[in-house]
């Protein structure tokens, strides 16, 4: 049990170290074109690498993962509605493990 302690505080200084490091460092504005579009694409990369293992590793399959992925690409490119979109990898993943 106290090994669980050191963990939290392990983490409560990363995190911590994680967000004062930059106010630190960076006062002013950032001028660097190059930065600023590396920092605006940060948050989609993130949410990309935290959101695709989950997409291939929740049907309990990966090939019914990955078909169900194509499928929300395709369906994407074409029509780009959002509901449209979960709706036919849903329904690509479950037809899938019909036959997976």
């Known amino acids: 049990m106290r090994n669980v302690y050191v963990y939290i505080i392990v983490m409560a200084i990363v ?3 994680v967000r004062v490091i ?6 002013g504005e950032i001028r660097s074109t190059f930065i600023r579009s590396f ?6 990369v993130t949410l990309s690498v935290m959101t ?3 997409i291939i590793s929740a049907s309990g399959s990966s090939v019914c993962g990955i078909i169900g992925f194509g499928v929300a690409i395709l369906v994407s490119l074409v029509k780009g509605s959002l509901p449209l979109v979960a709706t036919c ?3 690509a993943v479950y037809i899938s493990s019909l036959f997976i």
Do not use: K
Request: glycine share 0%; hydrophobic share 50%; with cysteine.
């Open 22 to 27: 930059p106010l630190v460092f960076f006062h």
């Open 89 to 91: 990898c849903c329904l």
């Open 15 to 17: 995190t911590y170290l």
């Open 39 to 44: 920092l605006h694409y940060v948050p989609y």
């Open 52 to 54: 695709f293992p989950a």
